[in-house]
């Protein structure tokens, strides 16, 4: 039992730090460099990479994390696994939260430039961007640290998990 709940916590430590350091990477990178382009190239490149993300890398991550996480949790339950129990259901709460965040803020906003069509036929792609860009980065920002968070308690649940 103590080999499952060590590998399946080094699972969920692994696949949440692939969704925390996906939501990094935007909020450091990919969105200040879009903030510099011209709004039909970033209501284009958004629309593009909202198409690409969806494939089996990116499930690995972002459902796997929340699929390891919730199974580290129900190995943890048995009572002699209960040093890493609070640290492990913290970590799934954040990561639901920031599922939340995806559901509820995040994927509307993806689906409403994804519904406003070709940007060249974008009447006012200004307030289309308007309407997007704020909103979705500062939510994706919180989305970042509410997946730090939940490594970080990961990370704690593993090592108290081996001190057991």
């Not at 730090?17 to 450091?28: Q, T």
Request: hydrophobic letters at 55%; a neutral charge; proline letters at 4%.
């Amino acid at each position: 039992m103590e080999t499952a709940r060590t590998l399946v916590l080094v699972a969920a430590t692994v696949t949440c730090g692939l969704s925390a350091g996906l939501f990094y990477a935007y909020a450091c990178s990919v969105m200040p460099a879009l903030a510099g382009v011209e709004d039909r190239t970033f209501i284009e490149v958004m629309q593009r990479i909202n198409v690409a993300i969806l494939n089996g890398w990116f499930a690995l991550g972002f459902v796997g994390a929340l699929l390891t996480t919730a199974a580290a949790v129900a190995l943890h339950l048995p009572s002699d696994g209960h040093h890493a129990l609070p640290a492990t259901l913290a970590a799934l709460a954040l990561y639901v939260a920031a599922i939340g965040v995806t559901r509820s803020v995040n994927i509307p906003l993806n689906d409403e430039l994804e519904k406003a069509g070709s940007p060249q036929r974008i009447a006012d792609p200004v307030a289309l961007r308007g309407r997007f860009e704020a909103r979705w980065v500062r939510f994706n920002v919180l989305r970042a640290l509410l997946c730090t968070a939940a490594l970080g308690c990961l990370a704690w649940a593993l090592v108290l998990n081996g001190q057991s």
